[in-house]
């Protein structure tokens, strides 16, 4: 079974600053998909940013990057010139490629951004 | 329309009721999916439909009861709950999950069963 592990509950971070949340998984598929989530408090689940493990090419959308290393099976986000409406959960996920069409979530970080 | 739209927002109910959470999508996608998310958890997988099939059932006790009409709409019919089931309920939906796309929630349905 797949297991995704966010090892940080909380992180703070200054607003214009940079702020890198880190996310492990375990698999033993050669093939599948990474996303990263974010849920604030109006409860929604909005897609961050997504990487298919083939692709070494690190996915990037504006402020937001990921780190993707799959032989240390790690897949970090940064973000880069935080805004206060960055403060939310964000969740970590993984699916794998066989169109079981699952996806299996970290228990996610808390990230508060600080005027 | 990027939306999935869920009815109600809130939910309180009695052990003996019946009721039943609604989701909506008009982006043409062929998934749809319900989650459970406990406070301060992350969301887990109850069902999944494809193609208005049944796909995946995580184990869902009976009380829970999935219902896929049409491609845009998904229910989830509640009977004889137990108070460890309030919970928010997350619909999503995407395109197709074999290409790994990008699943889209809805804001949920806030559960308090009494």
């Known amino acids: 079974a797949q297991t995704v592990t966010q090892s940080q509950p909380e992180m703070s971070v200054q607003e214009a600053e940079t702020v890198t949340l880190s996310c492990t998984y375990d698999t033993s598929e050669s093939n599948y998909y990474l996303f990263w989530y974010k849920q604030p408090p109006s409860r929604q689940m909005i897609l961050v940013i997504r990487q298919e493990a083939y692709k070494q090419q690190n996915a990037t959308e504006n402020r937001f990057s990921v780190n993707f290393q799959k032989a240390a099976k790690s897949f970090s986000l940064k973000i880069s010139d935080s805004q206060l409406g960055d403060t939310a959960m964000y969740f970590c996920?993984?699916?794998?490629?066989?169109?079981?069409?699952?996806?299996?979530f970290g228990k996610g970080t808390k990230l508060t951004v600080n005027p | 329309d990027t939306e999935v739209t869920q009815t109600p927002k809130h939910l309180v109910m009695g052990m003996t009721n019946k009721k039943s959470l609604k989701c909506e999508q008009h982006m043409g996608h062929r998934a749809m999916y319900w989650y459970k998310q406990k406070a301060k958890k992350p969301p887990e997988l109850m069902f999944v439909y494809s193609y208005e099939k049944l796909s995946i059932n995580e184990s869902v006790p009976s009380r829970f009861s999935p219902e896929c009409p049409n491609s845009s709409l998904l229910n989830l019919h509640l009977h004889a709950l137990q108070p460890e089931d309030s919970a928010l309920y997350l619909c999503a939906s995407s395109l197709s999950g074999r290409r790994g796309t990008e699943a889209f929630f809805g804001q949920g349905t806030r559960l308090t069963v009494v």
């Open positions: 996920a993984f699916m794998k490629h066989d169109g079981s069409e699952k996806l299996v």
